[in-house]
């Protein structure tokens, strides 16, 4: 095979890649079969819409590892908390004053929930109104994030 396995690699980075091929998911299984490599996700959006469409995002990726390696990943985007952590301890954002404006509500509304700021839905990307509806009636206390 033509696959080398590096020896110094710390950490499996994977966010969205248009030219992800089976062999990057390869390489990253490879890597991550070792507990110490990190598995770090830029984030976790599964779908992207341009104009006319809805494509894949770095999320439906992150999945595929996910998969091959039984590895959760360290998220460090959206909807994770840190991303906003400094800015809220600097004081340059005052969560009671910040509104979170998205199109996903797992994520860009998740975050929002996640640092205490009120949270807007566009209703036009990934996410509508008609889908906040059916989370209001689940009993998954992740769905409570995308609408309270």
Same mark, same amino acid.
């Given at each position: 095979?033509?696959?080398?396995?590096?020896?110094?690699?710390?950490?499996?980075?994977?966010?969205?890649?248009?030219?992800?091929?089976?062999?990057?998911?390869?390489?990253?299984?490879?890597?991550?079969?070792?507990?110490? $490599?990190?598995?770090?996700?830029? &984030?976790?959006?599964?779908?992207?819409?341009? !104009?006319? /469409?809805?494509?894949?995002?770095? %999320? #439906?990726?992150?999945?595929?590892?996910?998969?091959?390696?039984?590895?959760?990943?360290?998220?460090?985007?959206?909807?994770?908390?840190?991303? $906003?952590?400094?800015?809220?301890? &600097?004081?340059?954002?005052?969560?009671?004053? !910040?509104? /979170?404006?998205?199109?996903?509500? %797992? #994520?860009?509304?998740?975050?929002?929930?996640?640092?205490?700021?009120?949270?807007?839905?566009?209703?036009?990307?990934?996410?509508?109104?008609?889908?906040?509806?059916?989370?209001?009636?689940?009993?998954?206390?992740?769905?409570?994030?995308?609408?309270?």
């Amino acid at each position: 095979s033509g696959l080398r396995k590096e020896t110094d690699i710390g950490a499996v980075v994977v966010g969205f890649d248009v030219h992800f091929s089976f062999c990057k998911m390869i390489k990253a299984s490879v890597y991550l079969s070792d507990p110490k $490599c990190l598995f770090i996700a830029t &984030n976790t959006d599964e779908r992207f819409p341009i !104009t006319g /469409m809805v494509i894949p995002d770095a %999320g #439906s990726i992150v999945r595929t590892v996910q998969t091959c390696t039984a590895r959760e990943p360290i998220v460090i985007g959206k909807p994770n908390r840190s991303i $906003c952590e400094w800015l809220i301890k &600097n004081g340059s954002i005052k969560p009671a004053r !910040t509104l /979170m404006i998205g199109d996903c509500c %797992g #994520s860009d509304i998740v975050l929002g929930h996640n640092c205490g700021f009120k949270t807007l839905l566009v209703g036009t990307g990934v996410n509508q109104l008609s889908d906040v509806h059916v989370w209001q009636q689940s009993s998954d206390p992740e769905h409570k994030k995308t609408h309270t």
